[in-house]
């Protein structure tokens, strides 16, 4: 796995040992991770023409910035979501992650882990 799968599984592990804690806590707030989907932004505007055409054809395939808005919008106002905490979201849907991002003991690993950096 890459660094950027790597980052977004830490994303996922991180929400999910948060919601754990907050709710073993008794905490009214809630922790969960989303996948926005592959959006078509400017990101790689000044890399010359191969970029512009992969751009040009990105915005006929990807999604546009407010469709890859949509889940974190749905997610932060749902009524229906009020409570609902430690899941994965995709597509405007609760979904199911990998089988790595819902390993406890690898979120528990990881929270420690952060938590042994900032001590530093």
Not at 51 to 58: D, M, Q
Not at 62 to 91: H, I, M, W
Request: aromatic share 8%; glycine share 8%; net charge positive.
């Amino acid at each position: 796995m890459g660094a950027y799968g790597q980052s977004k599984l830490a994303n996922v592990l991180h929400a999910n040992e948060l919601a754990r804690r907050l709710k073993d806590e008794g905490a009214d707030i809630t922790a969960n991770s989303l996948h926005p989907g592959v959006i078509s932004t400017n990101l790689f505007r000044h890399l010359g023409v191969f970029a512009g055409f992969v751009s040009t054809l990105g915005k006929l395939v990807l999604k546009n910035v407010q469709q890859g808005a949509s889940t974190t919008c749905y997610v932060a106002l749902r009524p229906e979501l009020k409570g609902v905490s430690g899941e994965y979201f995709s597509d405007n849907n609760l979904a199911k992650a990998s089988a790595k991002a819902a390993d406890t003991d690898l979120a528990k690993k990881l929270w420690e882990f952060s938590l042994d950096l900032i001590k530093k």
